[in-house]
């Protein structure tokens, strides 16, 4: 895009805030950086931001484009969102803040930016709006749900539909009509040997009412949850990935974008470079490929598609006079006006194309590019997210010339509340009791000192016969004698096996007692590895039963700092 400010040094492209972020350990901790204190004055501190910027976009200035464009992107979202719930208009000169996350049954800690979006914007007179990324694909049709008992937990993959191809949330029918509407069952009884009462129970109805409205699954989860966030009070607007693509203003800033492409995959992948060094990955894919360049066909930041043929594929543009001819190298090609910034025609020309089932949706960078430079005062980020976007940030800096609109993030740790009542009768229990207070370090470490210093723990007067006496008293006697001995390189060998001959000697009087500490070891062992599966942060929210969750989610949306 065009800049009219300052050309930005290369010191002032490595001033993004590099962040250390973890997930929050302890059960009910919750990480939001910057403080939540501080977040209105990150608002304040965007807007004026963007009121400096001088750039052009699509043929207009940046402010104006961007005012247009979030009007209509809030009036798609107030629309798309009464279609299923009601919801009241947001004040249109509101500050707009912005989440997303794709339509799954996420853990508490993606829930939970939910619950931050709308705290935030009550408190601020803000609009607030998720952006359900159904741009991204299905990739396993199940929910891990924990089961077994306390002592020996397991986890199984609970199928709500049948294995299908992955392609996007936008396309991803029922297959199976009754595994589909008997997932809620099957999941609440494999739950039920550690956990009864889930928000599954309630929740899963609803997903599948809204699921023969819509169609697709992503849509039905995210309306349903989206219905039980009203319930409980939340007053944030929802709009899917799809949509938002498809609006006029998308469309004009792709246009813009694919004609200066060059520009921006010489920006996008420099700085990936950049970002790879830093952060010392060597991964070609991660946190994203490179745009790749053959011949003349330059590579999109795009997913293309068709609703016959709905797999993600690449996209590549070429500049062919005053078109741009668009191709997946699938089979599907576009000639697109886009000459004179006319963005108009070229963004009408895609909406023709869509009427004829041809998808173009952005890719996940191009989808927080556009809805933290164009839409949004605030993006709310999970930790992945926040990662990712220190990339988006390089790039925004280098390609637009500006410093981007500051991001939070947004994540908190809940475990289920799974009872060592649960648990199988106290009698069974009796080897976790010790290793409860005995951790398998210690365990090891007296094992170590059974095998090497038995004559510490062998009790000669507890032996039975005279001649398991005899033996231990003389073994204990040839070991202190050889302690005492002071090793030369004569007898230092000798001494060594000495010690070894004694040790081996006594370990039969010692059997029981190793016996014990093995149990507790492998008890301690077995206890740590339940506690890790059943401590898991990952578990679905919609396995939590609602009085726990509900509780801590509006104590988020509630919180003052």
Request: glycine share 6%; aromatic share 8%; proline share 5%.
């Amino acid at each position: 895009m065009t800049r009219a400010g300052r050309d930005l040094s290369a010191a002032d492209f490595a001033t993004g805030r590099h962040r250390k972020l973890r997930a929050p350990r302890a059960d009910g901790g919750m990480l939001i950086d910057p403080a939540r204190a501080k977040l209105p004055g990150v608002v304040a501190r965007n807007i004026a931001g963007r009121n400096d910027w001088s750039f052009d976009a699509a043929g207009e200035s940046v402010a104006a484009f961007a005012a247009s464009a979030r009007a209509e992107f809030v009036a798609e979202a107030l629309a798309y969102t009464r279609a299923y719930r009601d919801v009241a208009e947001p004040t249109t000169a509101s500050p707009l803040l912005l989440a997303g996350h794709q339509p799954e049954m996420f853990h508490p800690g993606v829930w939970a930016k939910n619950f931050a979006l709308s705290g935030l914007a009550a408190a601020t007179g803000a609009a607030a709006v998720n952006l359900v990324i159904d741009g991204d694909t299905l990739k396993a049709a199940s929910l891990r749900v924990p089961t077994g008992t306390v002592d020996e937990p397991r986890v199984e993959s609970v199928p709500f539909d049948a294995a299908h191809e992955e392609i996007p949330y936008e396309e991803r029918r029922v297959a199976d009509v009754g595994m589909f509407e008997s997932f809620g069952a099957r999941a609440v009884e494999t739950l039920r040997p550690l956990l009864t009462g889930p928000l599954l129970e309630s929740f899963w109805p609803e997903v599948v009412r809204q699921a023969r409205e819509t169609g697709t699954i992503g849509a039905a989860v995210a309306r349903a949850r989206h219905k039980l966030e009203g319930a409980w009070g939340l007053r944030t607007l929802e709009l899917p990935q799809s949509r938002m693509c498809d609006t006029a203003h998308f469309r004009r800033f792709a246009g813009h974008l694919l004609r200066n492409l060059p520009r921006f995959m010489a920006a996008h992948n420099d700085e990936l470079h950049g970002y790879r060094r830093r952060e010392n990955i060597r991964s070609a894919n991660h946190p994203v490929p490179e745009l790749a360049q053959e011949g003349d066909w330059l590579e999109a930041p795009l997913w293309l598609w068709t609703a016959d043929e709905p797999r993600r594929r690449h996209v590549f543009v070429r500049r062919i006079g005053g078109e741009i001819e668009l191709t997946d190298r699938r089979g599907t090609t576009l000639r697109l006006p886009l000459a004179d910034d006319r963005y108009d025609d070229f963004a009408a020309a895609l909406e023709d194309a869509s009427r004829r089932g041809i998808r173009l949706r952005s890719r996940a960078l191009l989808t927080t590019m556009y809805a933290r430079v164009v839409l949004g005062d605030l993006f709310l980020h999970g930790i992945g997210g926040g990662k990712y976007d220190e990339l988006t940030d390089a790039i925004v800096r280098r390609y637009f010339g500006v410093d981007p609109p500051e991001f939070a993030v947004v994540t908190a740790t809940r475990r289920l509340p799974i009872a060592v009542a649960a648990s199988p009768k106290e009698a069974d229990r009796k080897p976790h009791a010790e290793a409860a207070q005995v951790d398998e370090h210690a365990a090891r470490h007296h094992l170590w000192e059974l095998r090497h210093h038995p004559e510490r723990f062998v009790d000669v007067a507890a032996l039975r016969d005279e001649t398991s006496r005899a033996a231990a008293t003389a073994a204990v006697a040839e070991k202190v004698r050889w302690l005492a001995t002071e090793p030369t390189q004569e007898t230092a060998r000798i001494r060594c096996h000495a010690i070894r001959s004694a040790n081996e000697a006594l370990q039969p009087f010692l059997a029981a007692e190793r016996a014990r500490w093995t149990n507790i070891q492998s008890a301690s062992r077995d206890h740590a590895r339940a506690d890790e599966l059943l401590g898991s942060r990952e578990f679905s929210a919609f396995l939590f039963p609602e009085i726990d969750l509900r509780g801590f989610l509006l104590a988020i949306a509630a919180r003052e700092g």
